[in-house]
Nanobody, 121 residues
């Protein structure tokens, strides 16, 4: 069963912009740190950005100043606004929910299906 539904990927020219969105069920969204990861074939999946339920954010150095993560708690949706895109941003982007449980060290991960972002030169 699909827990996270992504949209917004596509092909864009270098210097352009895209906005990714990810909708989650309220039961996991409200208790989760939300994030975006990306992966290129042959490489490890890397963290791009995260946001807590209170709005605190963290970014990978490679995207800082260009990407913005945000969340709408009324719509249970997280966004990734990507500006000034570069060819090296080309990857499959995955939405992630890191959900807290009753045990503070025990958390559960949920993943989207992934959406392709391709930046041409």
């Amino acid at each position: 069963q699909v827990q996270l539904v992504e949209s917004g990927g596509g092909l864009v020219q270098a210097g352009g912009s895209l906005r990714l969105s990810c909708a989650a069920s309220g039961s996991i969204f409200s208790a989760s740190v939300m994030g975006w990861f990306r992966q290129v074939p042959g490489n490890l999946r890397e963290l791009v950005a995260t946001i807590t339920s209170g709005g605190s954010t963290n970014y990978a150095d490679s995207v800082k100043g260009r990407f913005t993560i945000s969340r709408d708690n009324t719509k249970n949706t997280v966004y990734l606004q990507m500006n000034s895109l570069k060819p090296e941003d080309t990857a499959v982007y995955y939405c992630n929910a890191n959900k807290a449980t009753s045990t503070n060290w025990n958390r559960i991960n949920y993943w989207g299906q992934g959406t392709q972002v391709t930046v041409s030169s």
